[in-house]
């Protein structure tokens, strides 16, 4: 059965960091890219971070986040975390982790290529 769980996500102030977690299982985790995506209310899914399938592998950010937020996975605990940091306001959304549809690729920020996806975790972040 696949299962990607997230959790982390909560009421920060703006300036202040969060981490999130998303624990995968049934999807062969140690061989597919993973990505973070988020959607804020009224407004499209927009592409947030994405990682290899090896642990020390290639990233890639969306514009937005540069800069501020790291994507890192540990295929040992097949997780993937999402270090937030320098957070803003327009930073609040819920925080979606997807896995790719096929196995040993580079990661893409296009959502179509991820086929396993998780419920969502929320993030506030107040002014």
């Known amino acids: 059965q696949v299962q990607l769980v997230e959790s982390g996500g909560g009421l920060v102030q703006a300036g202040g960091s969060l981490r999130l977690s998303c624990l995968a299982s049934g999807i062969n985790f140690g061989s597919r890219a993973m990505g973070w995506f988020r959607q804020a209310p009224g407004k499209d899914r927009e592409f947030v971070a994405a990682i290899s399938w090896r642990s020390d592998g290639s990233t890639t950010y969306g514009d937005s986040v540069l800069g501020r937020f790291t994507i890192s996975r540990d295929n040992a605990k097949n997780t993937v975390y999402l270090q937030m940091n320098s957070l803003k306001p327009e930073d609040t959304a819920t925080y979606y982790c997807?896995?790719?549809?096929?196995?040993?690729?580079?990661?893409?920020?296009?959502?179509?290529?991820?086929?396993?996806w998780g419920q969502g975790t929320q993030v506030t972040v107040s002014s």
């Open positions: 997807a896995g790719d549809r096929e196995r040993f690729r580079s990661p893409v920020s296009d959502a179509g290529r991820y086929d396993y």
